[in-house]
């Protein structure tokens, strides 16, 4: 047998891989490398709580819809406010992109974040809160630039108010657009 013949080199074979084996066992992991990011308000889960609210609760609201000059006012109620609300959701300032880019100002019951970093589409969020500490009011700015388009956003929510979003849109091919929708609550 071809194994037999070669018990010397075999057995320094396994011996070499035993070693290594333990060599790697008993090295202490490489540290990861940790980031220290500042922890922002949960703006996502915040707003998926009030969908969920909103959608038990099932109020009317007086909703404003404004495209450039036409204008409309309805009192109806939401059906989907997952969908109605999904501009506010996909405000999320934990996302790592965001790391090191905003600075934050706060006073008693108002934290305003803002950046100066063009590239990024966050401009500015003023979240107010309440005397108890619970967040009441939102209102966040977005800037949105690329080779086609440029889109500057307005979102505004008031909890048991009402919201608004106001766009304004610069299309390469299509012009200027302007958006307006705002809905307040009935009492």
């Known amino acids: 047998m071809y194994w037999c013949k070669n018990k010397k080199a075999s057995g320094k074979a396994v011996m070499a891989v035993v070693v290594t084996a333990l060599f790697l066992c008993c090295t202490p992991s490489p540290k990861e490398r940790t980031i220290k990011r500042e922890a922002h308000f949960d703006i996502p889960g915040y707003f998926n709580a009030e969908i969920a609210r909103l959608a038990q609760e099932n109020p009317t609201i007086n909703k404003t819809v404004i495209k ?20 506010f959701v996909s405000i999320d300032l934990n996302k790592p992109v965001y790391t090191g880019i905003l600075e ?9 974040i803002t950046s100066s970093d063009p590239k990024i589409d966050i401009s500015s969020v003023e979240i107010e809160y309440n005397e108890n500490g619970v967040p009441i009011e939102f209102r ?48």
């Open 104 to 112: 934050k100002d706060s006073t008693a019951n108002k934290i305003k």
């Open 140 to 187: 966040i700015q977005r800037n949105i630039e690329n080779s086609l388009y440029k889109t500057h956003e307005t979102l505004r929510y008031t909890q048991k108010k009402g919201y608004s979003l106001e766009k304004h849109q610069s299309v390469l091919v299509l012009g200027e657009k302007y958006y307006h929708i705002e809905g307040v609550f009935n009492p």
């Open 68 to 87: 450039d000059s036409l204008s409309e006012t309805r009192e109806i109620q939401i059906a989907d406010w997952e969908t109605e609300l999904s501009s």
